[in-house]
């Protein structure tokens, strides 16, 4: 654990005991200002708690333990106080804003915290200042507790994003501090001021940071999709539901620049429309009641790939849709289905899994510089669609859960 130092601004406290020796506690506000008379008396409250109920002497005791009671509670008299700004001395100044889940359930549960510990990027990493965070599906069955990989709590939610270079790791040679990348990752981490990421790459400088964290998760889970697990060629057929979404537009960019026949489903004229800009030649709208058939006519022998976004609700319509010997990905799933298998072993068809989890570091990096040569050539162009604030990310995860007739990729930027 590291040391704590002794200085109070204008609060006193007795010394803590940590890891079996007498340490003194530092609490420091932002620019030195002053704590209002009824703070103060709070903060020096909660370092008595800290004392009296935290087991600080057995060592174990880590700064995320601490830090939630130095920062403001409901009853403060001024809640938007320096002291929404403390800094524990010990952490070396390493401290930033993020968005924490402390404990898993619904978006209420994603706090705003000003004093998060700073990560200090590993071998291999790069530290980013994250100037923009992308929201997807997966991080809302993360935080709601409903993932086959769950994170240690606390923890930053996010698993993409964009923003500058600040710190390299050992060993990293490809990137340099003050470079503008975009990245993505296997753990969460990137709704914060920084992140440190392993899979990082450049952004070019026609995008923005926002369109940078719309390409990570959505152009990779894509990638993967159509070129590693359905093995894609030019020529063959693909459908892909919710093709106005962040993944749905990325794997129509992707298969339309790849020379595949792309089919997709959407829920809106809007939807429609912008899955036509972005490479598909044909799109249904998924309310009408016929749509299955109009899918059906259109390709009467089925499509040689058929890309699932939401399983629980298409995935026996895909059984029918698709070809002989095709290829189902399941990108997406919020339940259970029961389908009929005799359909697909008529056609030895088969569904497959896909999950960016089971990604290499050489997965990553071959799709990482794939894609980022297909956008510095103008072949795809991540779409954004709704922006919201580092403050509005419960409503943001409200937005990806509860949204219809999605368009592009929601995202969260971070000043």
Same mark, same amino acid.
């Given at each position: 654990?590291? $040391?704590?130092?002794? $200085?109070?601004?204008?609060?006193?406290?007795?010394?803590?005991?940590?890891? =079996?020796?007498?340490?003194?506690?530092?609490?420091?506000?932002?620019?030195?200002?002053?704590?209002?008379?009824?703070? +103060?008396?709070?903060? @020096?409250?909660?370092?008595?708690?800290?004392?009296?109920? #935290?087991?600080?002497?057995?060592? %174990?005791?880590?700064? #995320?333990?601490?830090?939630?009671?130095? /920062?403001?509670? &409901?009853?403060?008299?001024?809640?938007?106080?320096?002291?929404?700004?403390?800094?524990?001395?010990?952490?070396?100044?390493?401290?930033?804003?993020?968005?924490?889940?402390?404990?898993?359930?619904?978006?209420? %549960?994603? /706090?705003?915290?000003?004093?998060?510990?700073?990560?200090?990027?590993?071998?291999?990493?790069?530290?980013?200042?994250?100037?923009?965070?992308?929201?997807?599906?997966?991080?809302?069955?993360?935080?709601?507790?409903?993932?086959?990989? /769950?994170?240690?709590?606390?923890?930053?939610?996010?698993?993409?994003?964009?923003?500058?270079?600040?710190?390299?790791?050992?060993?990293?040679? &490809?990137?340099?501090?003050?470079?503008?990348?975009?990245?993505?990752?296997?753990?969460?981490?990137?709704?914060?001021?920084?992140?440190?990421?392993?899979? *990082?790459?450049?952004?070019?400088? +026609?995008?923005?940071?926002?369109?940078? @964290?719309?390409?990570?998760?959505?152009?990779?889970?894509?990638?993967?999709?159509?070129?590693? $697990?359905?093995?894609?060629?030019?020529?063959?057929?693909?459908?892909?539901?919710?093709?106005?979404?962040?993944?749905?537009?990325?794997?129509?960019?992707? *298969?339309?620049?790849?020379?595949?026949?792309?089919? =997709?489903?959407?829920?809106? &004229?809007? =939807?429609?429309?912008? @899955?036509?800009?972005?490479?598909?030649?044909?799109? @249904?709208?998924?309310?009408?009641?016929?749509?299955?058939?109009?899918?059906?006519?259109?390709?009467?022998?089925?499509?040689?790939?058929? /890309?699932?976004?939401?399983? #629980?609700? #298409?995935?026996?319509?895909?059984?029918?849709?698709?070809?002989?010997?095709?290829?189902?990905?399941?990108?997406?799933?919020?339940?259970?289905?029961?389908?009929?298998?005799?359909?697909?072993?008529q056609k030895e068809s088969s569904i497959i899994g896909v999950m960016l989890f089971h990604n290499t570091r050489d997965d990553y990096d071959n799709m990482g510089n794939e894609i980022s040569k297909l956008i510095k050539y103008g072949h795809i162009k991540p779409v954004v669609g709704k922006e919201f604030r580092l403050e509005e990310?419960?409503?943001?995860?409200?937005?990806?859960? %509860?949204?219809?007739?999605?368009?592009?990729?929601?995202?969260?930027?971070?000043?």
């Amino acid at each position: 654990m590291p $040391k704590i130092d002794a $200085k109070f601004d204008h609060c006193t406290s007795s010394p803590s005991r940590v890891a =079996g020796s007498v340490q003194p506690l530092s609490i420091q506000t932002n620019a030195g200002q002053q704590l209002p008379e009824g703070v +103060q008396t709070r903060v @020096a409250g909660r370092v008595a708690r800290l004392q009296a109920g #935290n087991n600080l002497g057995d060592g %174990n005791t880590s700064l #995320n333990t601490l830090l939630p009671l130095l /920062l403001p509670e &409901e009853n403060d008299d001024q809640p938007t106080a320096p002291t929404t700004m403390v800094t524990v001395l010990g952490m070396g100044g390493r401290a930033m804003r993020a968005a924490v889940v402390r404990q898993f359930g619904s978006p209420e %549960n994603i /706090l705003i915290e000003n004093a998060f510990p700073k990560p200090t990027p590993k071998e291999g990493e790069v530290l980013v200042r994250v100037h923009a965070a992308g929201v997807n599906p997966v991080d809302t069955y993360i935080r709601s507790g409903q993932y086959a990989n /769950l994170p240690n709590l606390p923890y930053v939610p996010g698993r993409e994003g964009a923003g500058i270079v600040e710190e390299i790791g050992e060993g990293v040679t &490809e990137l340099k501090p003050g470079d503008r990348v975009w990245f993505t990752q296997p753990r969460t981490g990137s709704a914060a001021q920084y992140a440190a990421v392993s899979h *990082a790459y450049i952004l070019p400088e +026609q995008l923005s940071f926002s369109q940078g @964290a719309a390409i990570g998760i959505a152009y990779m889970t894509a990638f993967r999709a159509l070129f590693t $697990k359905a093995q894609a060629r030019k020529g063959q057929s693909v459908l892909i539901h919710g093709a106005s979404g962040g993944v749905g537009l990325a794997a129509c960019q992707l *298969a339309a620049s790849a020379g595949l026949k792309v089919v =997709g489903t959407a829920g809106t &004229e809007a =939807g429609v429309s912008i @899955a036509r800009q972005n490479g598909a030649e044909f799109v @249904a709208n998924h309310r009408e009641m016929e749509y299955v058939r109009t899918l059906a006519d259109l390709y009467p022998s089925g499509f040689d790939i058929v /890309l699932e976004m939401l399983a #629980n609700v #298409n995935l026996s319509h895909d059984a029918s849709l698709v070809a002989r010997y095709g290829k189902i990905c399941v990108i997406g799933s919020r339940g259970d289905i029961q389908i009929n298998p005799r359909v697909l072993m008529q056609k030895e068809s088969s569904i497959i899994g896909v999950m960016l989890f089971h990604n290499t570091r050489d997965d990553y990096d071959n799709m990482g510089n794939e894609i980022s040569k297909l956008i510095k050539y103008g072949h795809i162009k991540p779409v954004v669609g709704k922006e919201f604030r580092l403050e509005e990310m419960p409503a943001a995860h409200h937005e990806v859960v %509860n949204q219809t007739g999605t368009l592009g990729k929601i995202v969260v930027n971070i000043p």
